[in-house]
């Protein structure tokens, strides 16, 4: 699968390149796009990731048979959420297979009373919507979530395209997650939520099991995303005032800590991988900047195609750097600029221009069909009974440490999934992770990459 031709426009001349290339620099495909070491085999009870993300668009060819249509639940549109992906006409909740005894919460008495309120909205015979209030899951929210999906799950497939001419052909879509054995439950938030729904969003995953969680956002948690401005100088002491946080009511603090306390709870019991950030911060994003020795959650960071860090990914306080895009960069730290670009021009440009760490190449993944989503195509018309009028609607360019945190879970799953991890702690599975990676040192930075295999390698090098 190519994802382009080499193009030239002007000075702008692009490399081809295959869209499974991170799958490849990961090592669980070779140049053939074959498994290597491993091989697909569908499970009665496949590896469960749970992705705390928006919602996803689990109609696209390569995620119907990937997610959990019974289990995924949207907490944007009701307090205690909502099943958005239940069959037309099923109004209430059926048996769910849910860890009910879980001891997850002790020692958090917010947390406990939550678990309580959603334990009850879980049980058999309650509304499919909560107080009929429609899930909040239309392709104009599943962006996102559907990228993310897609690079730890998507399995290939056929599918149907409609002509111009009106006729139907099919369609191959020879696209792959890491862990195309897999099964997601994608459980859906809002854009900015309170620390309550990501407290019953984690509680979720921990009810229904899930193998490995996935954070691949930030949490704007007040507390510990706002800098320090004691620490800068300000000639204006009425400047500082405005800008100083204001002091929280012990309710909101209480509630705060509490989330904090539980992502690590959870990461005890199985992984919870979170983006590190892509504004190269100091210490990784909240909540990715919990990461220690002494839980299962796992901080990704990013690098390109190249094997370089990505200009926007820190490289401290991370566990672990995935493959992802690459980013132009031109201050006093460092100038990574792209070359081949029409709109490129060497004047001015230092001479220690670091062009050659640039890479042009993006993470390639499954993006809401039509013209919703990253990438919107040609035609502004829906598709005619479910069948799509182009290709490259399926697809986007994506890529962040957003899409680095997904490929690792996707290789946490993998190792579930091929029998390689079982029956492990969060620890355990994080420290398998980390002995499945191999050092890499560039430019005085060192950092670890997972790799399937002892050949790890780069396709732009």
Not at 142 to 148: D, I
Not at 254 to 271: F, H, M, T, Y
Not at 432 to 457: G, I
């Amino acid at each position: 699968m190519i994802i382009q031709d080499s193009v030239e426009t002007g000075r702008e001349i692009y490399p081809q390149y295959n869209a499974l290339w991170h799958l490849q620099t990961l090592g669980v495909l070779d140049a053939h796009h074959a498994p290597v070491n491993w091989r697909v085999e569908h499970k009665d009870k496949p590896t469960r990731v749970a992705i705390i993300d928006t919602s996803v668009a689990a109609k696209h060819p390569n995620l119907q048979a990937v997610i959990n249509k019974e289990l995924s639940l949207d907490f944007f549109s009701s307090r205690l959420g909502s099943f958005p992906l239940l069959p037309e006409g099923q109004s209430t909740i059926g048996s769910l297979p849910l860890n009910w005894n879980t001891n997850i919460a002790d020692g958090l008495p917010h947390t406990v009373n939550l678990l309580a309120e959603l334990i009850d909205r879980l049980s058999q015979g309650s509304e499919a919507h909560s107080k009929g209030v429609q899930p909040c899951t239309s392709p104009i929210f599943s962006s996102h979530g559907t990228n993310v999906a897609g690079l730890v799950g998507a399995r290939p497939c056929m599918t149907t395209q409609l002509l111009p001419s009106g006729g139907i052909q099919d369609l191959a879509l020879p696209y792959s997650g890491v862990d195309p054995m897999c099964e997601i439950v994608q459980i859906s938030t809002n854009f900015d939520p309170e620390p309550e729904a990501l407290i019953l969003a984690f509680l979720y995953a921990e009810l229904i099991c899930a193998d490995v969680v996935l954070l691949p956002r930030n949490i704007a948690d007040p507390y510990r995303m706002v800098p320090e401005l004691a620490d800068f100088k300000v000639a204006d002491q009425n400047l500082l005032d405005l800008v100083c946080q204001i002091a929280p009511n012990q309710k909101q603090t209480d509630v705060w800590g509490e989330l904090a306390q539980l992502i690590e709870n959870v990461s005890q019991a199985r992984p919870v991988v979170c983006a590190a950030g892509n504004a190269n911060e100091d210490n990784a994003i909240y909540p990715a900047n919990l990461a220690s020795d002494h839980n299962g959650i796992i901080s990704v960071g990013a690098v390109n195609a190249k094997g370089y860090r990505s200009s926007y990914s820190s490289s401290r306080n991370i566990t672990v750097m995935a493959p992802s895009n690459d980013a132009e960069a031109f201050d006093a730290a460092e100038v990574r600029l792209n070359n081949q670009s029409a709109h490129y021009n060497p004047v001015g440009v230092p001479t220690k221009n670091s062009n050659h760490k640039y890479s042009s190449f993006d993470v390639i993944s499954t993006d809401v069909p039509g013209p919703a989503g990253y990438s919107g195509g040609p035609f502004t018309l829906p598709s005619v009974d479910g069948h799509m009028r182009e290709y490259g609607s399926y697809f986007s360019m994506f890529g962040g440490t957003s899409a680095a945190s997904a490929l690792v879970a996707g290789f946490l799953s993998l190792g579930y999934s091929a029998g390689k991890i079982a029956n492990c702690s969060g620890i355990e599975a994080k420290s398998w992770l980390l002995s499945n990676c191999y050092k890499r040192n560039c430019d005085q930075e060192e950092f670890v990459v997972p790799c399937w295999t002892d050949n790890p390698a780069f396709p732009d090098s």
